[in-house]
């Protein structure tokens, strides 16, 4: 079921913290968001999404992004 409200902006802070780990993660593998689309089976403007902070990542797809990159997921959700 969808949300009704926005999630609290605490939220969104760790959510973009997250996402700019999982980008310099990912230019420090030297991979395009492209490539870690097609990696993943993920569309590149959803990989870009995920790590601007502008869309939440099931556990499934940080997984699938850890993975095709080349870093343990802990390395991303960390705090």
Not at 18 to 24: E, F, Y
Request: proline share 5%; no cysteine; glycine share 8%.
């Amino acid at each position: 079921m969808p949300r009704s409200t926005a999630p609290p902006e605490w939220v969104l802070v760790r959510r973009r913290r997250l996402g700019a780990r999982l980008r310099a993660a990912r230019t420090e593998a030297n991979l395009t968001q492209q490539e870690v689309g097609l990696r993943t089976g993920i569309d590149r403007s959803q990989v870009g999404k995920i790590e601007m902070g502008k869309d939440a990542a099931l556990i499934d797809t940080l997984i699938l992004m850890a993975d095709a990159i080349g870093v343990p997921l802990s390395e991303l959700v960390r705090e």
